[in-house]
């Protein structure tokens, strides 16, 4: 159960687009469509953002994207946003119902 | 509206006992599977355990197996933990969660609740 791995930081400028990768392995991200992606701002409760691999929950803007390739997933958020600075994690079913995180990616807005 | 309300954190000494509760209101809190989701201070999410929404079935992370036990009481629309021979790595905020039974994600978060565990 070791956690995915992302970058630890990412940045861009208000309008600009800003991509963050979610690497595991062939017995979590890579054998299953349950990547799913959560906002977090410190000190509130985590929000889902991207279920499925590209799926928004109702009210999440189409500003943000997901995908996956093999290993790795991605999240994208378009149009980059002054609220969009956060703590941004991945998260992917593991079999067996367990669960794994990314160790996660603190987005800034320049 | 949907809300999750953990309680019960605090300072605990190491190989003692603490029991975490999440209160659950405005949905069919029988009707969902609940997980706990820590985070160590400066680190990232870490899943600790889920449980069915019939309370049936239980699973955990390694770094828990055989200390920590979820439960629940749907008459009270209430989660536990208890967190049995907690070490200084159990330390950090708890969140409960729910899940859509099967859909392996997580759509509402409590805010959580701090956990030391320090002599």
């Known amino acids: 159960q070791s956690a995915l791995t992302q970058p630890p930081s990412a940045s861009g400028s208000p309008g600009q687009s800003v991509t963050i990768s979610c690497t595991g392995t062939?017995?979590?991200?890579?054998?299953?469509?349950?990547v799913s992606w959560y906002q977090h701002h410190p000190g509130k409760a985590p929000k889902l953002i991207i279920y499925e691999v590209n799926e928004r929950p109702s009210g999440v803007p189409d500003r943000f994207s997901g995908s996956k390739s093999g290993n790795t997933a991605s999240l994208t958020v378009s149009g980059l946003q002054a609220e969009d600075e956060a703590d941004y994690y991945c998260?992917?079913?593991?079999?067996?119902?367990?669960?794994?995180f990314g160790t996660g990616t603190k987005v800034t807005v320049l | 509206q949907v809300q999750l309300v953990e309680s019960g954190g605090g300072v605990v000494q190491p190989g003692r006992s603490l029991r975490l509760s999440c209160a659950a209101s405005?949905?069919?809190?029988?009707?969902?599977?609940i997980h706990w989701v820590r985070q160590a201070p400066g680190k990232g999410l870490e899943w600790v355990a889920d449980?069915?929404?019939?309370?049936?079935?239980?699973y955990y992370a390694d770094s828990v197996k055989g200390r920590f036990t979820v439960s629940r009481d749907n008459s009270k629309n209430t989660l536990y933990l208890q967190m049995n021979s907690p070490r200084a790595e159990d330390t950090g905020v708890y969140y409960c969660?729910?899940?859509?039974?099967?859909?392996?994600?997580?759509?509402?978060w409590g805010q959580g609740t701090l956990v030391t565990v320090s002599s």
């Open positions: 449980i069915w929404y019939d309370g049936n079935n239980k």
């Open positions: 998260s992917s079913y593991a079999g067996s119902n367990t669960y794994v």
């Open positions: 062939s017995s979590d991200v890579g054998d299953y469509n349950f």
């Open positions: 405005g949905f069919s809190f029988s009707s969902y599977d």
């Open positions: 969660a729910r899940e859509i039974s099967g859909r392996r994600y997580l759509d509402a």
